[in-house]
């Protein structure tokens, strides 16, 4: 099955610590996003990707860094420097533009609390 | 900054009833796409319906339909036969170069 794989599903991290989230896709997409989502904010745009090895920040990339090494893979890692983490993370993934009427695929998302 | 407005943070509905959610939105450009996502429960994001802004016709899937008007900048979803499983967070979204402008969602509970 074709399909946005994200791991893994809770993460629990102390302050102070680095982590990662993984986001893998098989669907064939050049684009990829990293959204935050926080009780009644809807999801906000962390960093995207159009193509392997270039990103964009979007809004809120203070505290975050990224990769794509690969097209399948979009790692998000969080850092000590984000002041607070604690959110539901989604990656998703689409053909090409959003802006061109691209639909985003999404994955199952990410819970991260901070200890 | 560009926005997307929904302003129904909760809406209720009784089973096969319709209802309808709104959304607007600002833009400086003429062509540019929009999208309903739906979130149930399980948090899972799944694309409901897409209308691309130079097409006066409005976009129907199955029992969801939109009411786009381009002047208005409002693009509203209408369930129609709502049913248990439309339960769910609705959020609709704007392309904006290379991604999606998200509102902060209706979250919408159909009643038995």
């Known amino acids: 099955d074709g399909g946005i794989t994200q791991s893994p599903k809770y993460l629990f991290r102390k302050e102070g610590q680095n982590v990662t989230l993984s986001c893998e896709q098989n669907?064939?997409?050049?684009?990829m996003y990293w959204y935050r989502q926080d009780p009644g904010q809807g999801l906000r745009l962390i960093y995207y990707?159009?193509?392997?090895?270039?990103?964009q920040k979007g809004d809120i990339a203070e505290g975050y860094s990224v990769s794509r090494e690969k097209k399948e893979s979009f790692p998000l890692t969080v850092t000590s420097a984000q002041k607070n983490p604690t959110a539901f993370y989604l990656c998703?993934?689409?053909?090409?533009?959003?802006?061109?009427?691209?639909?985003?695929?999404f994955g199952p998302g990410t819970r991260l609390t901070v200890l | 900054a560009q926005t997307v407005t929904q302003s129904q943070p909760e809406m209720s509905v009784q089973e096969a009833e319709t209802v309808t959610l709104s959304c607007t939105y600002d833009?400086?450009?003429?062509?540019?796409?929009l999208f309903w996502y739906k979130q149930p429960p399980s948090r899972q994001m799944i694309l409901v319906i897409r209308?691309?802004?130079?097409?006066?016709q409005n976009a129907t899937e199955n029992r969801f339909s939109v009411n786009f008007q381009k002047a208005a900048k409002s693009f509203s979803l209408k369930i129609s036969d709502s049913q248990l499983g439309d339960t769910a967070m609705y959020f609709c979204?704007?392309?904006?170069?290379?991604?999606?402008?998200f509102g902060k969602g209706t979250k919408l509970s159909v009643k038995p």
């Open positions: 998703a993934s689409s053909m090409g533009s959003s802006g061109g009427g691209n639909e985003q695929f």
């Open positions: 669907l064939n997409h050049d684009a």
């Open positions: 990707s159009q193509i392997v090895n270039d990103f």
């Open positions: 833009t400086s450009e003429n062509n540019y796409y």
């Open positions: 209308q691309e802004a130079y097409k006066q």
């Open positions: 979204a704007r392309g904006s170069q290379g991604n999606l402008i």
